[in-house]
């Protein structure tokens, strides 16, 4: 399966890229870059940065939007400073990478991308939409041909993160989202309402730590500091939110979902809510898969896995 990766990197972004990197079953073609948990210079940074440490800097790595689509600028959240440390990946130094982004613009990538593979090529976002609906207002040609694309982001049956009724990654950039949900491609939200029921704990760590490379040392550190920002499980577990996502694009058996028309509330008290679409409550045929539930033991159990192979280099 060819996959873009479309990251705000980001600790649980760095565990979705490792994840694509170890597993057997993806071909990353490329990351795109995004802003959110960190702007969008620093999370491609980072990701050049693990992809080297990984033995992957072959990779090809794509700076994207820098703000949402309404926005004249984007200014990070002091809670994504605190959750993910100043630097987004846990205060952890890691090895700054020989390679650099390429010139190419992380949009005219998914553009280009889409329209050498088609719906051979899967595309899996963990921060805010705007990547992709910026390829979709350039380009809106390619919905007739794209394939699968699987965002973090949302909450339907939960409480949202930032608000009562908004997911982060929704919230910062509601429009985006809309774009996405409404366009009629096969969409799947892999939102709170699942990926809150998933966790990797301090002890799951030491594995990594004792493997004997690099990367699962860096790894470990970096977990550990976000398990710490968890104050739900008393600094033992975090949860798996971009991790998950990835998963269900290999994996989408082992989640429950619903099949729905979406929609984004954009403005207001609400902006950023997740919600079916009320005009279209009658509609047949809905692009949108909302994930409702998730066999827990059997997604960390595969992540674990599949995060060592990426560690050791297999």
Request: hydrophobic share 45%.
């Amino acid at each position: 399966m060819k996959l873009i990766l479309d990251l705000d990197t980001g600790i649980d972004d760095a565990m979705a890229l490792a994840y694509a990197v170890g597993s057997p079953d993806l071909e990353l073609i490329g990351v795109t870059g995004t802003y959110g948990n960190v702007y969008t210079k620093v999370g491609v940074q980072n990701v050049l940065n693990l992809l080297e440490m990984m033995g992957k800097p072959e990779i090809p790595v794509f700076l994207g939007e820098k703000k949402a689509l309404t926005q004249d600028v984007f200014v990070r959240h002091e809670v994504s400073a605190r959750i993910h440390g100043e630097n987004g990946v846990g205060q952890v130094e890691l090895p700054v990478a020989a390679e650099h982004a390429s010139q190419m613009d992380a949009v005219d990538f998914i553009i280009e991308s889409v329209k050498k593979y088609g719906k051979e090529l899967v595309i899996v976002a963990t921060g805010p939409q705007t990547n992709l609906a910026a390829a979709l207002n350039k380009a809106p040609e390619i919905k007739e041909i794209m394939g699968k694309i699987v965002i973090m982001g949302g909450a339907l049956t939960v409480p949202g993160n930032v608000s009562p009724y908004a997911e982060a990654n929704i919230s910062k950039d509601p429009l985006a989202a809309k774009i996405l949900f409404e366009s009629g491609l096969d969409v799947t939200m892999v939102g709170l309402d699942v990926t809150q029921r998933s966790q990797l704990t301090l002890e799951d760590l030491q594995a990594w730590k004792n493997c004997g490379t690099l990367a699962g040392e860096k790894y470990a550190d970096m977990v550990a500091y976000y398990i710490s920002q968890h104050e739900h499980s008393g600094g033992t577990a975090c949860y798996l939110h971009d991790p998950s996502a990835a998963v269900c694009a290999v994996h989408p058996e082992w989640f429950t979902m619903l099949p729905m028309h979406m929609t984004v509330v954009t403005e207001g008290e609400a902006a950023g809510r997740t919600i079916g679409d009320p005009m279209k409550l009658r509609e047949a045929n809905p692009n949108v898969k909302v994930c409702i539930g998730v066999d827990s033991p059997k997604l960390e159990a595969h992540l674990k896995e599949i995060l060592m192979r990426a560690f050791l280099g297999n």
